[in-house]
């Protein structure tokens, strides 16, 4: 076996390990979430699977964009600065 064959084993290693915690972490949210239920998130949980990077990538921008759009006009609630005492 050629050596510049061996170079490469590390690299896909860790683009394995890489995809597999994106998906990891894509499942995870996907089980957390409260509005993906029953068939919804069986879709979801098929496209992560059957296309990891692509599926996991969507499925994060998609929960990020609904989570953003779900929050308040206003934004989250800013500390005022008269309650914070200076250093």
Do not use: N, Y
């Amino acid at each position: 076996m050629p050596v510049e064959f061996l170079m490469w084993i590390p690299a896909a290693i860790l683009l394995l390990i890489v995809i597999l915690t994106l998906m990891a972490g894509a499942l995870f949210s996907l089980c957390r979430t409260g509005w993906a239920a029953g068939r919804v998130r069986a879709l979801w949980c098929a496209v992560i699977l059957l296309l990891p990077v692509a599926g996991a990538l969507a499925w994060l921008a998609v929960s990020q964009h609904r989570t953003r759009r779900e929050l308040p006009a206003d934004g989250p609630a800013e500390l005022d600065h008269q309650d914070v005492p200076s250093p």
